[in-house]
C-alpha cells in the first residue's frame, strides 16, 4: 500500500482526501502545516506520494518542496500542489519550485485519481531505473561465481587502506587463501564441480572475519582477505580458524562429498613501511611456504613478527 502525505491546514480538506485516498487503497499520512510537512518528507521512509496545498502555517508548499528538493533524498518523491491560484505565472512558479504537477481548488476526484497514477507510475519508473543501477555497479565490482568483490576491487580497497596505513600509522593484515590442489578437483569432477568448490568455500571464508574486514577473489581459486588495524599474531589466528572451518566441513556438492583444504598466507603492513606490493609478495611467499610445507597451512611473511610464529598454525 503506497503512502500518501496529505499537507494542508483545512482539516475538513484533509479529512475528505484522506477518505478518497484510502478508498482507492492508499495509506493517507496528514499534517497541518509545512514545517511538519518537510519534517515528515525529508525522513528516510517519507512518502514518495505528496499532495501539498499552496498556503500553509509555518512554511508554504512552495518552501516545503524547495527543502525536500534540496534534501537530495535517493528515493523520489513526486508532489502535487494544491492551489486556487489560476494566473499561469503562479503555475509556472510551483513547476520551477520542484512540484511534479498541481491541482486547482475545489478538487476533482478523478483528476487527483488520475494524477496520483502518473505519479505512481513515475515512481514504479525510477526504482527500476535505480534497481537496474545498483545491479549494474554490484556487478562491476563483483565476482560473478562467488558474489564476492572481484580482484579489481579489491586491489582498489588494498590501495586505500594503504593509503591509510601511510596516513593514520596503522597496521593492515593481508591475507591470500589458495584452495589446495584444485587441478585434481577439476580433473576429478570436472570444471562445473569446480566452480561450485570455489563459491561453497566463498561463503565458508566471512564467518571468522570482522565486520570491517574485506574479502575479495583475487584470481581462480585465491581469495584475498584484507584486515585493517590487526596485527600478524591477530591476522594468524584468524588465517587459522578460516583454514580449519574449511577443513573440518565437507562440501556438498550433488551427490558428492568433497574434502577440500585451504592453504593461506598471511603479511602484516609494518610500521613505516606502507607498501601494496610488499604486503602481497610477503603473503604470496607464505603462501608458497605453506605449499611446500605440505598444504592445509597457515604461514606467515615478512620480518616483523615471524620470528614469534615460526611455528605453522595448521595441520
Not at 44 to 64: K, R, S, T
Not at 145 to 162: C, S
Request: glycine share 8%; proline share 3%; charged share 25%.
Amino acid at each position: 500500500m503506497s503512502k500518501v502525505l496529505i499537507a494542508d491546514d483545512d482539516r475538513i480538506s484533509c479529512k475528505l482526501l484522506s477518505s478518497l485516498l484510502t478508498k482507492w487503497g492508499y495509506q493517507a499520512d496528514i499534517v497541518y502545516d509545512g514545517v511538519e510537512a518537510k519534517r515528515e518528507l525529508t525522513k528516510p521512509d517519507a512518502a514518495q506520494l505528496a499532495i501539498l496545498d499552496w498556503m500553509m502555517p509555518g512554511l508554504d508548499g512552495i518552501q516545503v518542496i524547495k527543502a525536500v528538493r534540496a534534501a537530495s533524498r535517493e528515493a523520489y518523491t513526486y508532489m502535487l500542489l494544491l492551489t486556487s491560484k489560476g494566473q499561469k505565472q503562479d503555475l509556472l512558479e510551483g513547476l520551477d519550485a520542484g512540484a511534479d504537477d498541481y491541482l486547482k481548488k475545489p478538487l476533482d476526484p478523478a483528476e487527483l485519481r488520475a494524477r496520483l497514477r502518473v505519479g505512481a507510475r513515475i515512481l514504479g519508473l525510477e526504482r527500476r531505473l535505480v534497481t537496474a543501477r545498483e545491479t549494474t555497479e554490484h556487478q562491476a565490482t563483483h565476482d560473478l561465481l562467488t558474489g564476492l568483490y572481484n580482484r579489481a576491487t579489491i586491489i582498489e580497497l588494498l590501495n586505500q587502506e594503504v593509503s591509510r596505513c601511510r596516513n593514520e600509522d596503522r597496521k593492515l593484515s593481508v591475507l591470500i587463501a589458495d584452495v589446495d590442489r584444485f587441478s585434481a578437483i577439476n580433473d576429478t569432477y570436472g570444471h562445473l564441480v569446480g566452480d561450485q568448490v570455489i563459491k561453497q568455500i566463498a561463503g565458508k571464508m566471512g564467518s571468522p572475519l570482522r565486520p570491517k574486514d574485506s574479502i575479495g577473489r583475487f584470481g581462480g581459486e585465491q581469495f584475498l582477505i584484507l584486515a585493517p588495524n590487526c596485527t600478524l599474531n591477530q591476522a594468524m589466528v584468524t588465517a587459522e580458524r578460516l583454514r580449519h572451518r574449511v577443513a573440518t566441513e565437507k562440501l556438498t556438492i550433488g551427490q558428492a562429498g568433497i574434502a577440500v583444504t585451504v592453504s593461506v598466507g598471511v603479511s602484516t603492513i609494518r610500521d613505516g613501511v606502507a607498501d601494496m606490493k610488499v604486503a602481497l609478495q610477503e603473503a604470496d611467499s607464505a603462501l608458497r611456504e605453506s605449499k611446500k610445507k605440505g598444504r592445509n597451512r597457515v604461514e606467515c611473511g615478512g620480518p616483523s613478527e615471524a620470528a614469534t610464529l615460526s611455528q605453522p598454525f595448521g595441520v
